[in-house]
DNA sequence: ACAAAAAATACAATCGATTGTATTTTAAAT
DNA sequence: ATTTAAAATACAATCGATTGTATTTTTTGT
C-alpha cells in the first residue's frame, strides 16, 4: 500500500528532471540553475510536497533531534529547564523528544534505548533516583552521541554536567537557619546514590560541623522527596519534639510538611523555621513564604542544551569540560524569619 | 564515512544467513525456525545491534510516534495531561514527541510542519490563543494522519475533540457566585476566537442572566490569562469600585489577582470573592483557598491518547464521535465562601 | 524410496532522499 | 569557429530495514 504523498521523485516525473536535482534544489546547493530551482519550488509547493525526514535522516545519518529525560514534567523546576532547553534547540534547528522517566530506572532505560533506534543526534537527561548503574548510558554514548547531564550531576567519561554547586548552595541555606538561631536542624535529603543529594546532604552537614552543631543521623531523612513523603517525615518531626528547623532538599516536600505542621499548630517560623530548594512558585505563595534556593533553570536548560548541540557539531563528541557550575541563590522569605 | 552501527548486514554476513532472514528473526516472525532465530538473536546481542528505527519506519510508512502540541508545558493542567498522554502512549508502544508552541500560532505551524516531515502516526493538540485559522491542521489531516484535540475543542471535520462541557463548568462556578451573594461580579476571559474561552463567557452570561443580573461588557476583561494580565486587570477592578465577585477562566490569572487584592487591603472572599479554573496546586496553598473548577487532567490525557491511537490504528482516519466530554466539579474553598 | 506438501531460507525490489561521479549544455577564450 | 573551462544536469549507488516471490531443504505420506 503506497502512500499517497508527494516525494522528489513526483516532482522530478512531473518537470521531467532528475530527482537528484530536484533534492538538490530544495536543499538550496549551489549547483542548480536558478531558474530551474524556481520551477521546482513552485511544483513542490503545487504537489503540497513535504519532505520525508525519515529517508533523509536515513541516509545523512543525522536526525538534528535531541532527547531530553526528565524524571518528572509536572514539577515547576523541570518543566522550566525543559522549556529552556526548547528555546534553544528551537533555533538551532534541533527537535526535541521529550521523555518522563519517572524516576524509574527501567523506564529510563527503555527510553535511551528508544532514542538509541531512533538515533536522535545527543541526550540530555537528568537521572532518576533509581539510577545508580550506568549500562544505558554507555550504551548510547558509545553507539548513540553526545550525553549532557544538566541538574543532577553524574561523572562518565567524556560527559559534561550542567548543575549548580549543590554543596555551597546547600551550605548557605544551612548556615542561614543556624543564623536564625536554630539548633536542631532537620535535613530531607533524596536517595544517597544520586551525588545532588549527596552533595546537598555534605553541604548541610559541613554547615552544622562549622558552626558547632552535631550532626544527627536521626535528623536526616531519605526520601523520594515527593509531597506524601513531606508529611510522613512532618509527623515524624512532631513526635521528636526537638526539632526548630527544617532544610528540606526540594520545596515539593517541604511545602506539604509545612502544611502539616500548620494544620497542627505549630508556627513557622517561630517554633520551626523551613527553607526548601527549587524556589517553586508555590513557595512564594504559601503562608509564611518559604525560604528557598533559586536555581537558574531557564537558564540552565538553555546552557545544557547550548554544550550538547556544541558536542554533536564537534563530532569529537569529547566534552572538554567535565561540569558546568551555574550559580544559584537563597530566596529569604518569612519562613525562616524569626 | 560510515556509521559504525551494527546493522541486519552485519548480522547477516557474520552468520552467513539472508538479512531478509535475520529481519523476520528480529521480528519474530513465524516463518524463521527457531533454531536460527536463536543464532541471529545471540549474535546481535553480541554485535550490539540496536535496530534502526528510521530505516525501518521509512520501509513500512509507520513511527509509532504521535505528536503533541501544547501551549506551554509549565502550566501544571497541560503537564498533567502530558503525563496522561504519556501513560497512554507508552502502554500501546508509542513514543511522544512534544512540542510547545507558546501560544504562537507560527510556532504551531512550524511544528506541524515538522511533525508530517517526520510522519509521525497522529496528533493531539490544544491549540493556541492565537489560532483562528486552521490551514496548518488541515494540511496534515490530508497527508498526515488523525488529529485529536485536547482542552481547547476545535471543530474540524472528522476530527474528535476531548475536553469538559466548559459553558456548563462555567454556568456553575458563576451560580456558586450568585448564590454566595455576589451581584456585581467580574470575568477573566481569554481570546473569543477559541472555542474553550467563548464556552466559558457564554456560561457566564448565562448563569447570570438566568439569576436576573445584568451582563455588563466593561466587566468581562480578555487578555491571555498570564499572571501578569491578573494583576493588571485587579488593577482595574479595584479602581472600578464596585465588583464583589471574580470568575476567572483560569487559576494563574486568578491567583496573581488575589496577591494583588490582599496587598491592597481588600478582603477576600468578603469584599471580593473569587473562582478560578484549572485547580492548579496552588490554589489549594493560597490563603484563602481558591474555589476553582476542578478537570480530569490526567485521564484527558488518557482518553486523548486513547482515542488517537483509536484512529491511528482504524486508519479510517475518521472519528465517529466529534467530541467527548468529561465531567468536571466545583472545588469550593474559603476565596468564595462569604 | 519417491512424490507432494510444508517449512525454512534466499533473492531482489522497495521506502524517499542524498551525493559522488559522469555527462551534457552553456559560456568564455583564443 | 574551435577548444577549453565552467555550469548545469543526469546517472547510479547508498542509507538499513521490510516484504513478496522464488528457491532450497526438510518433513510427511504412501
Redesign the pocket.
Known amino acids: 500500500m503506497?502512500?499517497n504523498?508527494?516525494?522528489?521523485?513526483?516532482i522530478?516525473k512531473a518537470l521531467?528532471?532528475?530527482?537528484?536535482?530536484?533534492?538538490?534544489?530544495?536543499?538550496n546547493?549551489?549547483?542548480?540553475?536558478?531558474?530551474?530551482?524556481k520551477k521546482i519550488r513552485q511544483k513542490a509547493l503545487e504537489l503540497g510536497?513535504?519532505?520525508?525526514?525519515?529517508?533523509?535522516n536515513?541516509?545523512?545519518?543525522k536526525t538534528h533531534t535531541i532527547g531530553v529525560i526528565v524524571p518528572r514534567i509536572s514539577r515547576n523546576f523541570f518543566a522550566t529547564v525543559i522549556a529552556g532547553i526548547e528555546e534553544t534547540a528551537y533555533e538551532a534547528g534541533y527537535n526535541v523528544v521529550i521523555c518522563q522517566s519517572l524516576e524509574s530506572l527501567e523506564r529510563e532505560t527503555k527510553f535511551m534505548d528508544t532514542l538509541l533506534s531512533n538515533r536522535v543526534d545527543g541526550v540530555l537527561i537528568s537521572i532518576s533516583m533509581e539510577t545508580t548503574s550506568y549500562e544505558h548510558l554507555l550504551a548510547f554514548k558509545q553507539h548513540g552521541g553526545p550525553i549532557v547531564f544538566y541538574d543532577r550531576p553524574c561523572h562518565i567519561e567524556n560527559c559534561t554536567s550542567v548543575s549548580i554547586d549543590d554543596f555551597q548552595a546547600s551550605y548557605n541555606a544551612t548556615k542561614h537557619l543556624i543564623e536564625q538561631g536554630c539548633k536542631h536542624i532537620a535535613h530531607f535529603s533524596g536517595p544517597q546514590e544520586i551525588e545532588l543529594y549527596k552533595n546537598r546532604k555534605k553541604g548541610f552537614i559541613t554547615a552544622l560541623e562549622d558552626h558547632n552543631l552535631l550532626y544527627k543521623e536521626a535528623y536526616c531523612f531519605e526520601s523520594g522527596l515527593s509531597s506524601n513523603d513531606g508529611i510522613e517525615i512532618a509527623k515524624k518531626i512532631v513526635k521528636l519534639k526537638q526539632i526548630d528547623g527544617i532544610y528540606s532538599a526540594n520545596d515539593t516536600a517541604a511545602i506539604s510538611a509545612m502544611q502539616y505542621l500548620k494544620s497542627k499548630g505549630i508556627q513557622i517560623p517561630n517554633d520551626i523555621a523551613v527553607v526548601g530548594f527549587n524556589n517553586d512558585p508555590i513557595s512564594a505563595v504559601i503562608e509564611p513564604g518559604l525560604t528557598t534556593v533559586n536555581q537558574p533553570d531557564f537558564e540552565m536548560g538553555n546552557i545544557a542544551a547550548t554544550e550538547l548541540i556544541k558536542q554533536i557539531q564537534n563530532k569529537t563528541a569529547n566534552s572538554e569540560k567535565d561540569s558546568i557550575i551555574l550559580s544559584s541563590e537563597l530566596i529569604v522569605r518569612n519562613s525562616s524569619n524569626k
Do not use: F, G, M, W
Not at 510536497?49 to 533523509?56: D, E, H, K, P, V
Not at 536515513?58 to 545519518?61: F, G, H, K, Y
Open positions: 503506497k502512500s504523498k508527494t516525494t522528489i521523485h513526483d522530478s521531467n528532471i532528475d530527482s537528484s536535482t530536484v533534492s538538490r534544489a530544495l536543499n546547493s549551489p549547483r542548480v540553475s536558478e531558474k530551474t530551482r510536497y513535504q519532505r520525508n525526514s525519515l529517508a533523509s536515513l541516509r545523512t545519518n
